[in-house]
């Protein structure tokens, strides 16, 4: 059972189910359009697979209208939590306080979820960091935690509308800012992903809502009506040292592939090196076959790609991986193969769940990146940072690592944005983010090529890549 809570706490939860307890069950017309908002929202959020939690349900009016394998709602009002089991015979309700909350079966044995969505009910908690805290036993290392509250510059308005009978009486409660969830989450044992606004009409308003909520919102989401923040546990380390499969697509880099055998590190608990070669008009895939040959001590596999660009040899490479970590080295070397234990650092840590190298923070060699790429890449880091939500300073360094049950779930979800990315970037970027998994951008020092040419065509790759951040900008943010 949980520790008790304070009287205090306890009177203000008294006083909020007596609230709802004499309160209509049926959401008012003008708070339905609002739910089914928040709901179209939420499914972007929620893989169908998942399992979904909601502290403070009411009547079930959100979680209904939710797509996920299995539900559960938790309020403290046992007239609303009857409503719900009404209306929703198919999912489970209880009747309980976030502060208290426990969902221990009679053997002991607690549920966890994947999702737990705490919706418009942090203002109205008698004890927020206690039920934040009060998650952890419900949650496991992938879970999210989904929190939407009302923007505080929306007060006046809010408090207009309600005196007109637009919007449903409250029990007195908090008008929390982002900056005092932010930290509470903090306090909580929480680490924040990304925050985003939405909701700028709440009403369809004869289609004007849908517009002005799709187009205008994801440029004025400092003044949207609805904050949003996805979160995670602070940090889950792995419980013990991880394999590693180290990918390394090679086309026309006959003379990098010694270099990348000697100079690449056993990482974790053992490493792999899988070599893709990708139709050179060189003498690469010889050169890794006597390298292989060479080196009976080291993990080394070797394949050569049906399809064609980087993006088509990197998934090729993990199809055949057997690492927990599986990392991306282009042959080129300009990204140091000595930076790689880095990158593992941060993924076994549980500081992040994806690793982003970074070229763009400490000097570089004088010929490894032409003005007018380096200009592109700022560029794209500041779209990318807007755009995924999290920070992101450069988004085309070859090196990307995250653990292979993320990336499985990444490649189970790419219907979502098609086949579309012959370079492989973008493809796991955005996986990420659709995914909710925290970013960690990882700065290393980019080198000056030492052997062959650039595969990369600057103005038609440009333009390709442009095209890639206008379609996925649909799929993100215009929803």
């Known amino acids: 059972m949980p520790p008790d809570i304070s009287a205090l706490a306890r009177e203000h939860l008294d006083r909020v189910r007596a609230f709802y307890d004499a309160a209509a069950t049926a959401p008012l017309p003008g708070a339905g359009a609002y739910r089914a908002l928040l709901a179209h929202y939420y499914n972007l959020l929620i893989p169908p697979d998942a399992s979904v939690l909601e502290i403070g349900c009411g009547s079930g009016d959100l979680l209904g209208r939710l797509r996920a394998r299995r539900k559960v709602g938790v309020d403290l009002s046992p007239r609303q939590i009857e409503a719900a089991r ?3 015979p198919q999912d489970e309700f209880h009747v309980q306080a976030g502060e208290l909350l426990d969902l221990a079966a009679p053997g002991g044995k607690r549920e966890t979820f994947d999702v737990i969505i705490v919706s418009d009910t942090l203002n109205l908690a008698a004890d927020v960091q206690r039920l934040l805290e009060r998650l952890h036993p419900v949650s496991h290392p992938d879970t999210r935690l989904l929190v939407n509250f009302q923007n505080t510059l929306w007060r006046p308005l809010l408090s207009l509308a309600r005196g007109f009978g ?20 903090q306090l909580a044992g929480w680490s924040a992903i990304h925050r985003h606004g ?46 590693v499969s180290v990918v390394i697509p090679a086309r026309n880099e006959a003379g990098n592939i010694e270099a990348a055998v000697a100079r690449t590190a056993e990482l974790g608990a053992g490493t792999e090196l899988i070599f893709v070669e990708g139709h050179s008009k060189d003498h690469t895939w010889a050169e890794i076959q006597r390298v292989a040959a060479a080196h009976p001590g080291r993990r080394i596999k070797i394949l ?47 500081r992040a769940e994806f690793a982003n190298g970074v070229r763009l923070v400490y000097p570089m060699d004088e010929k490894a990146m032409q003005f007018l790429n380096l200009c592109a890449n700022k560029a794209f880091g500041l779209i990318f940072t807007w755009l995924l939500g999290q920070p992101v300073k450069d988004t085309l360094c070859g090196t990307k690592v995250l653990t292979r049950a993320h990336y499985e779930r990444i490649a189970a979800n790419r219907a979502y944005f098609g086949d579309f990315d ?58």
Not at 215 to 243: K, M
Not at 304 to 331: E, H, N
């Open 86 to 88: 009404a209306r929703f």
């Open 166 to 185: 637009l919007k449903a009486p409250q029990p007195q409660n908090s008008w929390l800012a982002s900056s005092d969830v932010m930290n509470l989450l």
């Open 198 to 243: 939405r909701i700028l009409l709440p009403g369809a308003l004869l289609g004007l809502g849908t517009l002005v909520n799709r187009w205008l919102a994801p440029l004025l989401q400092w003044f949207c009506l609805t904050v949003f923040i996805v979160a995670r546990r602070a940090r889950t380390p792995a419980p013990q040292p991880l394999t």
């Open 304 to 350: 050569q790609q049906t399809g064609k660009g980087k993006g088509d040899a990197v998934r090729a490479g993990f199809a055949v991986a057997t690492g927990d970590v599986l990392m991306i080295l282009d042959a080129d070397l300009t990204m140091p193969p000595e930076e790689l234990p880095k990158f593992y650092d941060v993924i076994a840590s549980g």
């Open 422 to 479: 012959p370079f492989g970037d973008f493809d796991l970027l955005f996986g990420a983010a659709k995914l909710n998994l925290k970013i960690a951008d990882v700065p290393i020092r980019y080198r000056e090529r030492t052997y062959g040419t650039t595969n990369i065509q600057r103005w038609r790759h440009g333009w390709l890549l442009l095209r890639m951040v206008l379609f996925a900008a649909r799929k993100l943010k215009f929803v």
